[in-house]
């Protein structure tokens, strides 16, 4: 059964391989978005513990699955269950095309309208990758990489 983890910048095509990959094998897909914010204005997120619950959860009701997002310390969580990794690599610049291109993704907004007025917004994330220190930072996701020792892939486009 496979078990997938799937991370990258923000624009990098997470989410359009997963549904790929749901598509043909019938996955179970979690976007962590949809968990690791709370619905406040402002957003805040998720506690660590409370997200973990949400996780295990989804974990434990599929066999096969793909996780996806940007988030290592989530990503971290699920790392002894994983058996497969794929990480989406790719220049900056092609992120920022990626979400000027994206098409409406109504599990996260309301409208697309929605969606394009936090565009400006996720351009100046995209843009920050390389420079963020946190757990959505290219430093986090290449040690995330670097230590997951079952099958994984580096992907730099989105061929």
């Not at 549904?19 to 619905?39: F, I, K, S």
């Not at 000027?100 to 599990?107: G, L, Q």
């Not at 394009?116 to 917004?121: F, G, T």
Request: glycine letters at 6%; proline letters at 4%.
């Amino acid at each position: 059964m496979r078990k997938v983890l799937i991370f990258g910048n923000s624009g990098s095509g997470k989410s359009t391989l997963a549904q790929q990959l749901v598509n043909e094998h019938g996955l179970a897909h979690l976007d962590l978005d949809v968990l690791a914010w709370q619905p406040t204005t402002p957003p805040v997120r998720t506690p660590l513990a409370e997200a973990l619950i949400q996780i295990n959860t989804f974990i434990g009701q599929h066999d096969a699955w793909i996780i996806e997002g940007c988030y290592g310390d989530l990503l971290e969580l699920t790392v002894p269950q994983a058996n497969e990794m794929i990480y989406l690599s790719l220049d900056s610049n092609k992120c920022v095309e990626n979400a000027k291109n994206r098409p409406w993704e109504s599990h996260k907004y309301p409208t697309k309208e929605a969606q394009d007025a936090n565009l400006e917004m996720l351009i100046g994330w995209i843009s920050d990758y390389h420079q963020r220190t946190d757990s959505t930072g290219k430093d986090a996701h290449d040690a995330l990489y670097d230590n997951f020792d079952k099958l994984k892939i580096k992907r730099t486009t989105n061929q």
